[in-house]
C-alpha cells in the first residue's frame, strides 16, 4: 500500500521568512504605538497563545494592551491587514522543487497531509497558496487548538486521512520538538534539511531536498514488493 505522507509547513516546504515577519511586526509596532523591539519580543514570547488561542486581532490588542497602549480599532485593523499581507506573500512564494516534487508523490498515488503549527493570518492565506490544492488533509493548529508536538495534533491528521499513523511518513524540519512529537504518535518520521537545519541532533533519518522524497519512496517500495514475492516463494 502506498503510504500517506504528511508534511510540515514552514522551513520544510517554504521559508520561515522569520526576519521579515520581525520586520513587519516592527511595522504593526508603529501603527499601534508602541515598541517596535517590544512588541517584536512579546510576539517570540507569546507564539503557542497565538498559534492555538488568538485571532490576528487579539494578538495585537492584547500584546499592545501588555505594553502601555490602548490601539483604536482602526488601528488594530490596519496592522491586521499589514500581518495578513506578510501571511499572502509568504505563502505564494514556494520554491519549484518543493511543488514538482509534491506533484510527483501524488503522481504515485500518495495521499498528501499538511500540519503546520500556524497563527490564523497563515490559515487565511493558505486557500490562495499554490500549495493548497496539493494537499488532501489540511490541520492547522489556530484551527483544532492543538499544537506540535502534542500527539493529538499527528493524530486528527491520520484521521481525516483515514489511515493508520503507523502507515504514515511524516517529513519536517524538526521546530517545535515536531519529530519527536511523530515519532511518539507512531508515524515513520523523516527530518529535511534543505530550508533550515532545525534539529541537529535528530538521530533519525534525514533527507537534504524534497525533491529526494519521491525517488526514495520509489526505491522503497521496489524493495518492499520484491521481499513480498520472495517470502511468497518460500512458502
Known sequence: MVQP????????????ANDERDRVVAEMAVMVNVAPDALVNAYHDTWRDRMVRWTVEETILILSRRLG???SREQVAHAGEHRRALACRVLATVPAATLDALDSLRADGHRLALISNATSDTAEAWPQSPLAERFDVVVFSCD??????????YL???????????NC??????ADEE??????????????TELNDTDPDWQGPTLAAIGDLPGLLRHRYAHLQTDNKTAGTRR
Open 5 to 16: 505522507v504528511i508534511f510540515d509547513l514552514y522551513h520544510t516546504l517554504i521559508h520561515g
Open 69 to 71: 497602549a490602548d490601539p
Open 144 to 153: 483544532v487548538g492543538v499544537a506540535k508536538p502534542d500527539s493529538a495534533i
Open 156 to 166: 486528527t491528521a491520520t484521521d481525516r486521512l483515514g489511515a493508520d499513523p503507523a
Open 169 to 174: 511518513i511524516y517529513v519536517g524540519d524538526g
Open 179 to 192: 519529530l519527536a512529537g511523530a515519532t511518539a504518535a507512531g508515524l515513520t518520521t523523516l527530518r529535511i
